[in-house]
C-alpha cells in the first residue's frame, strides 16, 4: 500500500527565514514521483515542485527544493526566504501504478504561518 | 501542462438534492480523476474516469452516490447524488499533465444545508 505521512500539521517561520517541511514515504512501487503541492485558503492546488525515484539529483524550483533522501522514504520541501504570501497549507503526494493509471496519494498537509 | 476550467466554483444546496460539477481541459487527456476534500482534510481521490469506459471508483465511493460522464477527452462532470449535510466539501477535478505534473482545477465549495 502506498502511504504519504506529514507529521507537521502547523509550522510557523519568520519572514525571509528558510523553513523545512516534512514528508516521509512508503511504497513497493520501485517507479514513483514525489509532488509538493501549495493550497492556499481559496482552495486552489497550485503544483510546487516535483521529484522522480531514479532521479539523482535534488529537485529545485526557484526557492523551492526538495530534499529526497532515497534510503530514509523522506521528501522534505524546504522554501527559502520565506514570504508572506507563503502562509498556505502544503501537501505532500506521491503518484503510483494502479491498474492502468498512475494515481495520486496525499499526506494530510502542513498548515505553514509566516509570521512578518 | 494542461490548463482546467471547473465550475461552479461554490454552491450551497438543499438536502436531497443532487449538483453536477463539470471540468474543461484545454487539451486532450487520457485520465481524469476526481478528489473530495473534507473541511481541514486532505485530498481523496473519488475515481478515476478514462474516456469511454466507466469510471474506476475508490473504495467508500459508488457510482449511484457519485456517477461521473466523461464524454471526451477534454471533459468530465461529477454528480454528487441525494445531498446531506456530510457531503460538504471541496470537489477537485484533476488530469495528468507534461513533466509529471497533475493539474488541478480551481475546486468547488459545496456546502449542504
Known amino acids: 500500500a502506498q502511504k504519504i505521512t506529514q507529521t507537521q500539521p502547523g509550522m510557523f517561520v519568520q519572514e525571509k527565514e528558510a523553513v523545512t517541511l516534512d514528508c516521509t514515504y512508503d511504497?513497493?512501487?520501485?517507479?514513483?514521483?514525489l509532488f509538493w503541492y501549495k493550497q492556499p485558503s481559496s482552495g486552489e492546488m497550485i503544483f510546487l515542485i516535483y521529484q522522480g525515484s531514479y532521479d539523482q539529483q535534488n529537485a529545485t524550483e526557484g526557492r523551492y527544493s526538495l530534499n529526497f533522501q532515497k534510503a530514509r522514504k523522506s521528501a522534505n520541501l524546504v522554501i527559502s526566504a520565506s514570504q508572506l504570501g507563503d502562509s498556505a497549507m502544503y501537501f505532500c503526494?506521491?503518484?503510483?501504478?494502479?491498474?492502468?493509471?498512475?494515481?495520486?496519494?496525499f499526506g494530510s498537509g502542513t498548515q505553514l504561518t509566516v509570521l512578518p | 501542462s494542461a490548463v482546467i476550467s471547473q465550475k461552479p466554483s461554490r454552491d450551497i444546496c438543499q438536502r436531497g438534492t443532487s449538483l453536477t460539477i463539470q471540468c474543461q481541459v484545454d487539451s486532450q487527456v487520457t485520465m481524469m480523476f476526481w478528489y473530495r476534500q473534507q473541511p481541514g482534510q486532505s485530498l481523496t481521490l473519488i475515481a478515476t474516469?478514462?474516456?469511454?469506459?466507466?469510471?474506476?471508483?475508490e473504495s467508500g465511493f459508488v457510482i449511484d452516490k457519485f456517477p461521473i460522464s466523461r464524454p471526451n477527452l477534454t471533459f468530465s462532470t461529477l454528480t454528487v447524488s441525494n445531498m446531506s449535510p456530510e457531503d460538504s466539501s471541496i470537489y477537485l477535478c484533476s488530469a495528468a499533465g507534461s513533466l509529471h505534473g497533475y493539474t488541478f482545477g480551481s475546486g468547488t465549495r459545496l456546502t449542504v444545508v
Open positions: 503526494a506521491m503518484s503510483y501504478s494502479s491498474g492502468s493509471a498512475r494515481q495520486l496519494t
Open positions: 511504497t513497493s512501487d520501485p517507479s514513483y514521483g
Open positions: 474516469a478514462n474516456q469511454g469506459s466507466e469510471a474506476t471508483y
